[in-house]
């Protein structure tokens, strides 16, 4: 079973919009990270957020942490073009990331 | 920013032969990770290596996978004999701390093996 889930397959929004997207996990963690993988490219950390901490911000991503609801969330404002990727939410305990199934945003002019 | 490097990007291979791909990780990286993404699917982890030594391997990394940095050059992982199931892009990883809790893990952009 998988240990983490993005709660969405794919999305879609427009230029300058904002968008969530929203991630649970089953495993204990020590932090949880979000990445970003475009067409034909590895996957990118956006945000590394720390079990012990509720909140992340990073220029316009901002992730949140509940461990008693064992959920995340990244939010993108302003919203570009570039945004297009796969996002992943990747718990991790020590050692080892465990990816999501991840949700396709898209990102349209 | 920093780089990992993958060789070769794609392989196409017949099953039963044996296949080794290659990763040069972003350098005074000392931690490395292999990880499998099946089209469509989640990546899965299949190990993570320090030190000359395998830390963790999940059951996806099977007898016939095995890893090695012989000397700092390349992080490799082979499969021998491979299996049509080993059909997947292979994504390798290297971060400076050990603790995925603590740091980034720099990706390449994947090996994709076809086993026919």
């Known amino acids: 079973s998988q240990l983490a889930e993005e709660n969405l397959w794919a999305l879609s929004v427009h230029e300058g919009e904002s968008v969530t997207v929203n991630c649970s996990y089953k495993?204990?963690?020590?932090?949880l990270q979000w990445y970003r993988q475009k067409s034909g490219e590895g996957p990118a950390q956006l945000i590394l957020i720390r079990s012990n901490e509720r909140e992340k911000r990073n220029g316009r991503l901002r992730a949140t942490l509940d461990t008693s609801s064992q959920s995340s969330s990244l939010s993108i404002t302003a919203t570009r073009c570039e945004d297009t990727a796969v996002y992943f939410c990747a718990p991790s305990n020590y050692n080892v990331l465990y990816f999501g199934s991840g949700t396709k945003l898209t990102v349209e002019p | 920013g920093p780089k990992v490097l993958q060789i070769p990007s794609h392989q196409i291979i017949d099953m039963g032969q044996m296949v080794t791909l290659n990763c040069d990780p972003v350098s005074n990286h000392l931690y490395f990770y292999w990880y499998k993404q099946i089209l469509g699917q989640q990546m899965e982890f299949l190990v993570n290596?320090?030190?000359?030594?395998?830390?963790?391997k999940s059951k996806l990394f099977k007898d016939q996978f095995s890893v090695e940095r012989p000397d700092g050059s390349y992080f490799t992982l082979k499969i021998q004999p491979t299996a049509l199931e080993d059909s997947a892009v292979y994504f390798c990883?290297?971060?400076?701390?050990?603790?995925?809790?603590?740091?980034?893990?720099?990706f390449g952009e994947g090996s994709k093996l076809t086993v026919l």
């Open positions: 290596f320090y030190n000359g030594k395998v830390m963790e």
């Open positions: 495993t204990s963690i020590t932090a």
């Open positions: 990883a290297s971060s400076s701390t050990g603790g995925a809790s603590t740091g980034q893990l720099y």
